[in-house]
C-alpha cells in the first residue's frame, strides 16, 4: 500500500507515519531526508542535488523525482510506503503517478489531517520537550507531574523550538494552503481522499486512519 498523509506542520503527520511504521511495516520517505542521504552517499541523483544546492538553487522535481525513484527501486514491492514531503505541487503528483506506474505500484490513499488553525496554533505555540530526553510537554494539554521535572528522567532542563511561535507557525499555515492543498482536487477527482479530524487525540487519529486503511485493502 502507497499512502500520502497530508496536513500542515503540527496536524500530526509524523506521529501517525510513525506509528504505522512500527504497526504496519511500512516505510516513510521524506524527501528531505533521502535528499540529504542521497547527497551524503554521492549517488548519481545525490551528486546533482549537491551541485544545485552549492548554487544555491531550488533542487528541481526531476531531481526529487529520481531520489524517491531510487528509494523505492531499494524497497521490495510488497512494501508499503508513506510519503511524507512529497507531492507539493500538482505537477509533483503527475510525476509521483508516472514514477509510481514504472514500477508496479499505484497510489492508494491520500489521507488529510484536517485541522482548526487557531487551536492547532495553541497546539504547537504551547510544546516544549526536556532537554535531557526528548519528552514531550505542553503548557495546557501535558505538563510534568511535578513541575520543573521530567516525569521521564528526572530532568530539569526544557527547550521550545525558536519557530513554535504564533506569527511562524501560522506562515506555515498559509504556506501550506497555497502550495499544497491545491493538489487535493487532484486526488479527489481519483476518489483517493479522506479526511479524519487531526485534532482529535493521537489515539482516536490513529483509529480513524486504521478503518480507513483497512477498508481500502479489504
Known sequence: ???????????GKG?????????????QLSTGDMLRAAVKAGTPTGLQAK???????????????????????????????IFDGYPRTHAQ??????????????LDHVIELAVNEDALVERIVGRFTCA???AGYHDTFKRPKVEGTCDICGGHEFKRRPDDNEETVRT??????????????YYEAKGLVDRVDGMADIAHVGEAIDGILDRVTA
Open 93 to 106: 503528483a503527475v510525476s509521483l503517478d508516472a514514477i509510481l506506474s514504472q514500477r508496479g505500484r499505484k
Open 51 to 81: 551541485a544545485v544546492m552549492d548554487a544555491g538553487q531550488l533542487v528541481s522535481d526531476e531531481i526529487v523525482s529520481g531520489i524517491i525513484g531510487d528509494a523505492l527501486d531499494a524497497l521490495p514491492q510488497e512494501t508499503g510506503v
Open 1 to 11: 500500500m502507497n499512502i500520502i498523509l497530508l496536513g500542515p506542520p503540527g496536524a
Open 15 to 27: 506521529t501517525q507515519a510513525t506509528r504505522l511504521v512500527e504497526t504496519r511495516g511500512m516505510v
Open 132 to 134: 535531557t530526553c526528548g
Open 172 to 185: 506555515r499555515m498559509a504556506e501550506y494552503r497555497a502550495k499544497t492543498a491545491p493538489i487535493l482536487p
